[in-house]
Each structure stands twice: as C-alpha cells, then as structure tokens.
C-alpha cells in the first residue's frame, strides 16, 4: 500500500512583508531603503539630543524651578532613537511596526510642542517617519493587523510623552532661600496650576 503525505504550505507572518523580488512590480520602495531612511532618523536624532543637551547645559546654563524637565526630554529622544534604530535592525514583524510607530508619534508631537526650540528639526523627520511607517504596512500582507499594532506604538509613545509632561511640571525645586518668583503652567490631563516660591519651598495651587 502506498500512501502520499502532502505537507502544508508553510504560514507566513501576515505582518512580514513578501520578498522585495514579489513587490517591484507594485512600486512599492524596498526594504534596505526603509532600514537605511531609519537608521538616518535614529542618527539625526542623536544629533539633536546632544545639541540639545549642550544647549541647556553649557550655554544656557540657566537654573530651572523644573529640574527633571530636560532630564525628561533628552531621555524620551533617545528612547525615539533607539525605537527608529530597532525598527532598522530587527526582522520584519510587530515589533518592527510598533516601534517604528512610535518613533513617528514622538517625533511628530514632541516637534509640534517644541516647535520654536528644537521642534523643527524634529517634526521633519517625524513626517520622514511617517512615509517609513507607511512602507512598512503598505508592504505587510494584512495592512489591517500592521496598522493595528503600529497604532499601538504610536498610542504607547504618546502617553509616555503626555505623562512625562505632566509629571516633570510638577516637580518643583525652588532655589533654596528664594524668597519670591514663581511661574505656572497647564497640564494636558490635570489643568492649570500656579506656583510661588517662599523661603525655598515650593507653594503649588491648582486651577490657576
């Protein structure tokens, strides 16, 4: 007795794009130019970072009521960095979509708040992103389940942006033995608040 036993084709990752062979004749751009535009954000990215960083430290060199605020930013664009670096370097799949994901959004909002420092910059290559992110679910096999798990990215980097935001604003260090001065500010989730310094301490009122 003979018997024939037909194995299954095997299942790809609805998420992993076909080869770059089966989608040149789409027009669709390949995936080495998609690694290198990343690896360019993450590279200029970097830049920024550092240039920022000097900026605040060494020219500027102004104290600040809020001393974790820059701590903050200059951690959350090395965090974009190594997202747009990893997009780059990881094989194809989720991880590669949500990351990639959440560098757009990062670079997009924290550009769009700082539009008028180190924003620009930023915003630019943010819309760069934007066209990598683009590539890489107009590539996948199910665009659907890609667009869903780089939305997931892009809502992650957003509430970590937002509640960064919100807590740095609110930890105040007044110069020890100020005895005036003040400032405020609004919150995105909590509102308004207003501050004054006395005898070094921090007096916080919200909704003002």
Known sequence: MITCRVNPPPVRDVLVAPPDGELAGN???????????????????VVV???????????????????WRVPFVASYLAAIAICALLSATLPAGS??????????AGLLVLGFFALFSIGLPLFLMGLVAVGILVGQITRAESRRAA???????????????????????????CPPGAVSGGGGGGGFLTGSYSYTCQNGRAIVNSGQ
């Open 27 to 45: 027009g669709l751009p390949s995936s080495r130019v998609i690694r290198r535009l990343s690896v360019v954000v993450a590279i200029l990215v």
């Open 49 to 67: 970072d550092v240039l920022y960083v000097r900026y605040i430290v060494f020219v500027q060199g102004a104290t600040s009521d809020q001393p």
């Open 95 to 104: 991880w590669r979509l949500a990351l990639i994901g959440a560098a757009t």
């Open 147 to 173: 667009a869903t798990v780089s939305i997931a990215g892009i809502l992650a980097a957003v509430v970590v942006l937002m509640a960064g935001f919100e807590i740095t604003a609110r930890i105040i260090a």
